[in-house]
């Protein structure tokens, strides 16, 4: 079983910063991706940004050049680094973790935080 921390949501202004962290405890061998997903009210879970094992990543057009996804195997962390912030930004954002196939593919989510953008 892996469980997956966030931590980091706030209220911002229009063009601040967040960062986001996800810190992921259990049995957490074999983790391949980890990312980052967001639901804002009346739409669907969007994919944010996702980190595979060997540190490719890849980002929705809406937030390229504005977030970075990191990752830190030792701590077993992924980071959203959220930069020049948009009201459209605002949703519940949910770490995801997803175990290497051919050890089950078994995926996990956080509980979500709140990260809210004012104009």
């Known amino acids: 079983q892996v469980q997956l921390v966030e931590s980091g949501g706030g209220l911002v202004q229009a063009g601040g910063s967040l960062r986001l962290s996800c810190a992921a405890s259990?049995?957490?061998?074999?983790?391949?991706?980890m990312g980052w997903y967001r639901q804002a009210p009346g739409k669907q879970r969007e994919l944010v940004a996702d980190?595979?094992?060997?540190?490719?990543?890849n980002y929705a057009d809406s937030v390229k050049g504005r977030f970075t996804i990191s990752r830190d195997n030792v701590k077993n962390t992924v980071y959203l680094q959220m930069n020049s912030l948009k009201p459209e930004d605002t949703a519940v954002y949910y770490c995801?973790?997803?175990?290497?196939?051919?050890?089950?593919?078994?995926?996990?989510w956080g509980q979500g935080t709140q990260v809210t953008v004012s104009s």
């Open positions: 995801n973790a997803v175990r290497s196939r051919r050890y089950g593919g078994s995926t996990y």
């Open positions: 259990g049995i957490i061998l074999n983790i391949n991706t």
């Open positions: 980190i595979d094992s060997g540190s490719i990543t």
